[in-house]
């Protein structure tokens, strides 16, 4: 099975910027989808952000405007631009694909001055 594998987190101040990768062990053209999730503590994981394999792209209302998913096929690699980060963007931040559903370990972002 293919596996995901993020980096990228850190810590940065409010508004600031971010880039997180999500690099698959395998051809990421076997996922219909993928994207990213994230969880803050004592709160549900969310949907940020996913692209097709046909290139559609969706975001959260919350981020709109703010972060940019895309994939390069050649590296295997789906990323997450993220600008203008807010104190409420800190989670740990997940990537998925599917099918079949497959989860990375998560890499945290925390947004504080």
């Known amino acids: 099975q293919v596996q995901l594998v993020e980096s990228g987190g850190g810590l940065v101040q409010p508004g600031g910027s971010l880039r997180l990768s999500c690099t698959a062990s395998g051809s990421i053209f076997s996922f219909a989808s993928n994207g990213w999730y994230r969880q803050a503590p004592g709160k549900q994981r969310e949907l940020v952000a996913i692209i097709t394999s046909g290139g559609y792209t969706h975001y959260t209302n919350s981020v709109k405007g703010r972060f940019t998913i895309s994939r390069d096929n050649a590296k295997n690699t789906v990323y997450l631009q993220a600008n203008s980060l807010k104190p409420e963007d800190t989670a740990v931040y997940y990537c998925?694909?599917?099918?079949?559903?497959?989860w990375g370990q998560g890499t945290q972002v925390t947004v504080s001055s």
């Open positions: 998925h694909a599917t099918p079949p559903i497959t």
